[in-house]
């Protein structure tokens, strides 16, 4: 099989319980599947949510915080967590991860934008897993904004893709795909295993809330599929509880949800 360059965003309801605390079994296999197609020969960029979530469990706090401030603190101490998890599990696959944090303006600015991607190559042509995401101790916009720009990573994620000139996007979710209805109030709703044009029917199938822990919802990943296929990648959207189902999509079975390329 063709080797690949994937990026592979994952949420916060992926890997959190209910009460903020990282799923250790979800993260450990995660690491071992991204760390298997490592060692295939595809290179490999992770995107991850979750810092804030982590944050406030780790810091004990009761509730999570409506100060732009705190949440900021809690960031910054999530994100210390994840990436020692990170660093840990796939060290004990004998891969190496960078943490790169973004903001908005080092995508939109073109000389950062120039100096991002140079970071990117640069990890992956010396065999580097790079672990992506927002930047929410220094940024406020995500964290206080109704509209958010990267919408739990989602949009980020395709950003990152096409930044990378990736082959395929993957976003693992707390939910299988996209369907022809609302799954929370239909039990007879189908899954849709394929997507070939985003329209406006296709849209309105997307309405809806993300998670407790997460900021994203359908909308968001339906915004990034639009983004990732009209700059020539596959996306998928696939349940994060079983990280295998990256293989199955790599080896072209029905999981979840193709959004297919648009050339």
């Not at 020692?84 to 000389?111: M, P, R, S, W």
């Not at 299988?176 to 239909?186: A, F, I, T």
């Amino acid at each position: 099989m063709e080797k690949q360059r994937i990026v592979v965003k994952v949420g916060t309801s992926t890997l959190t319980g209910e009460n903020g605390a990282l799923n250790f079994r979800t993260i450990d296999k995660l690491a071992q599947v991204l760390s298997t197609l490592h060692n295939d020969g595809n290179q490999v960029v992770l995107v991850s949510s979750g810092a804030i979530a982590v944050g406030i469990n780790k810091m004990r706090l009761p509730m999570k915080p409506q100060n732009v401030c705190m949440k900021q603190a809690a960031a910054a101490v999530g994100q210390c967590e994840l990436m020692h998890i990170y660093d840990k599990c796939f060290g004990e696959y004998g891969n190496i991860v960078g943490q790169i944090l973004l903001t908005a303006e080092d995508i939109a600015v073109k000389g950062k934008r120039r100096n991002l991607k140079n970071t990117f190559e640069a990890l992956l042509e010396n065999g580097m897993i790079p672990v992506v995401n927002e930047n929410d101790s220094v940024s406020h916009a995500e964290i206080e904004s109704d509209k958010k720009i990267f919408g739990d990573n989602d949009m980020l994620s395709a950003i990152v893709a096409n930044l990378c000139e990736a082959d395929r996007l993957i976003i693992l979710s707390d939910i299988e795909g996209l369907y022809d209805g609302n799954p929370k109030e239909d039990e007879n709703v189908r899954l849709i295993h394929k997507v070939e044009v985003i329209n406006d029917e296709i849209k309105a199938l997307g309405a809806g809330s993300g998670s407790n822990r997460g900021t994203g919802g359908m909308v968001t990943k339906l915004e990034a599929a639009e983004y990732a296929t009209v700059h020539g990648m596959d996306m998928h959207i696939a349940h994060g509880s079983d990280p295998e189902n990256i293989y199955r999509i790599i080896e072209g079975k029905a999981v979840g949800t193709h959004f297919i390329k648009r050339y």
